[in-house]
Nanobody
Framework: QVQLVESGGGLVQPGGSLRLSCAAS????????MGWYRQAPGKQRELVAI???????NYADSVKGRFTISRDNAKNTVYLQMNSLKPEDTAVYYC?????????WGQGTQVTVSS
């Protein structure tokens, strides 16, 4: 069982920045594939960014060049640095861990981009 706790969401103006954090339980965090997903009202949950154990990353086209996913294995934490935020980035952001084929989700953190 892996527990995930997200933090760092909030209200930000267009063009602003936020950094989300996701702290994971477990002794083998370094081998987890970690991802950030988001779900806007009335829409399906979508992949934002993913980082594998070796550090390779992948991003949704809509966030490329604006968002950066990173991980600190010593702290069992994955981050999502979000810059140049747009109103369409408004959503609940979820952290996911994939461990030996099983998926674990956090509770989500709200990000609202509005003036």
């Amino acid at each position: 069982q892996v527990q995930l706790v997200e933090s760092g969401g909030g209200l930000v103006q267009p063009g602003g920045s936020l950094r989300l954090s996701c702290a994971a339980s477990g002794s083998f965090f370094s081998i987890y594939t970690m991802g950030w997903y988001r779900q806007a009202p009335g829409k399906q949950r979508e992949l934002v960014a993913i980082i594998i154990s070796g550090g390779s990353t992948n991003y949704a086209d809509s966030v490329k060049g604006r968002f950066t996913i990173s991980r600190d294995n010593a702290k069992n934490t994955v981050y999502l640095q979000m810059n140049s935020l747009k109103p369409e980035d408004t959503a609940v952001y979820y952290c996911k861990a994939r461990v030996t084929g099983l998926d674990y989700w956090g509770q989500g953190t709200q990000v609202t981009v509005s003036s």
